[in-house]
């Protein structure tokens, strides 16, 4: 077989992964569904609404949980391991201390300055109130996320796919039944508050079902996982506007129904992502423990392999967007078919990222945080120039441009710091052609 290799590391990658990937297809099933009946519901402006609040959130989310939904996934791993529960517990009360302080001040803040925000950045006083809605659900969402990655570190990937992805999309399509059709988008500002808060109670009660219990009541160290996490806040921070800053910049500059188009295309080519969320959701885990304990051969063989598995599982998700991408948005409704141009280019700059593999989760897991913050910051900041110099001539496409451009060039950065740091190609063609000469019945060279 072809898998059959006798790395026990990548057969459980494999098996997490299959999986995440079954959890992950319902989740982009679910979101695929709610992104069409909101279009189809409220139409491209309605939907630009949205989603611009959302951005809002989500950018100020990454500031409320500051990196640690990554770090947790670093640091906890290697005391599981050791069966040190008490000092894991110690992790995850610090740092929901930590996130719960933060979100509360951001959204206090955020609710203050809506009036500003919608008249002076976004030309529209009529958003306050969207905005002041959106804002209530900034500490639960940011919440979701970090109960997400305690249960990554305890290997419980469907339940964290679950929190992270699933939840928040089924209630919304209940909410556009219910709140959304009685009230319209504020109807759906508030389902948004109340699907995050359920999320964080079923994330609650997984955490406590799979973390044992501690024997004693101890803290961790907040400067060590500030010293750890602030770095991997810019990561996340810069990982997660790659895209999303282009919706704030075409929200400033161009209209809300450009917003919900360029949205469409955007959510749709990102599903190639899917893929290396779902091997990375379980491999992150695997590169700490084998990082921790120096296995270096282990790891080179555990990059090309992530690699190659998702080079192979997203090739036919990308030739289908590239083949027919008017028969994709055209499900959204008429008036997004202008996006197609965009969603090509979208989908070439996210199957960059998966060609080069998980390069990010790679330099997270084994220590370069203060290297991977640079290059993703770097990044946003030519992303944010790219948007404000080409989407007022090119609109909806100056935007695709700007994001994709962004993902390819920060995809090469980081495979060149992997291979400077660890002095390995996390590229997937070596292995490929191994798989290769297994199924024609030659015998490999190399990764047996």
Request: charged share 10%; with cysteine.
């Amino acid at each position: 077989m072809l898998f059959k290799t006798g790395d026990k590391d990548f057969v459980e990658i494999i098996r997490h992964s299959i999986w995440g990937l079954l959890i992950l297809g319902l989740a982009t099933g679910i979101q695929f569904v709610f992104d069409l009946l909101m279009a189809r519901q409220f139409g491209a402006s309605g939907t630009g609404i949205f989603y611009l609040c959302f951005s809002v959130i989500l950018t100020l989310s990454l500031l409320g949980h500051i990196g640690l939904d990554r770090t947790v996934v670093r640091l906890m791993p290697p005391l599981l391991l050791k069966k040190d529960y008490d000092s894991a517990s110690a992790i995850k009360r610090t740092t929901l201390g930590i996130v719960i302080t933060l979100t509360a001040i951001l959204t206090f803040g955020l609710f203050l300055a809506a009036p500003w925000l919608a008249a002076r950045v976004f030309n529209d006083p009529g958003l306050t109130i969207y905005i002041q809605i959106f804002s209530f659900g900034l500490p639960f969402y940011s919440l979701r996320f970090i109960y997400g990655g305690f249960l990554r570190a305890l290997k419980r990937t469907r339940e964290s796919l679950i929190v992270e992805r699933v939840i928040i999309y089924a209630l919304g399509i209940v909410a556009i039944f219910s709140l959304g059709a009685l009230y319209g988008i504020k109807g759906m500002a508030v389902g948004f508050v109340l699907s995050c808060a359920i999320s964080v109670v079923v994330g609650m009660f997984f955490v406590h079902k799979y973390l044992p219990a501690a024997k004693t009541n101890q803290t961790y160290s907040k400067k060590m996982l500030f010293s750890s996490g602030v770095p991997l806040l810019f990561v996340a921070f810069g990982t997660q506007m790659i895209g999303q800053a282009s919706v704030l910049v075409l929200g400033a500059l161009a209209s809300t129904t450009d917003v919900g188009v360029y949205n469409a295309a955007l959510k749709v080519s990102l599903v190639l992502t899917l893929i290396l969320t779902a091997i990375n959701t379980i491999a992150g885990t695997t590169i700490s423990e084998l990082y921790a304990s120096n296995q270096k051969s282990k790891l080179e063989k555990i990059f090309g392999k992530t690699s190659a598995l998702g080079f192979l599982l997203g090739l036919p998700l990308f030739l289908i967007m590239m083949v027919f991408p008017e028969f994709i948005l055209g499900l959204f409704g008429a008036e997004f078919i202008g996006g197609v141009t965009a969603l090509r280019i979208l989908a070439v700059g996210q199957f960059v990222n998966i060609i080069v593999g998980p390069t990010l989760f790679i330099l997270a897991m084994t220590g370069r945080e203060k290297a991977l913050a640079a290059t993703v910051c770097g990044s946003l900041g030519i992303n944010i120039v790219l948007g404000v110099t080409i989407i007022p001539h090119f609109g909806v496409v100056g935007a695709a441009i700007a994001t994709a451009v962004t993902v390819g060039l920060s995809n090469i950065i980081m495979l060149i710091l992997v291979r400077r740091y660890l002095g390995v190609w996390s590229l997937p063609f070596g292995i490929l052609r191994s798989w290769m000469l297994k199924v024609v019945g030659r015998k490999p060279k190399q990764y047996n």
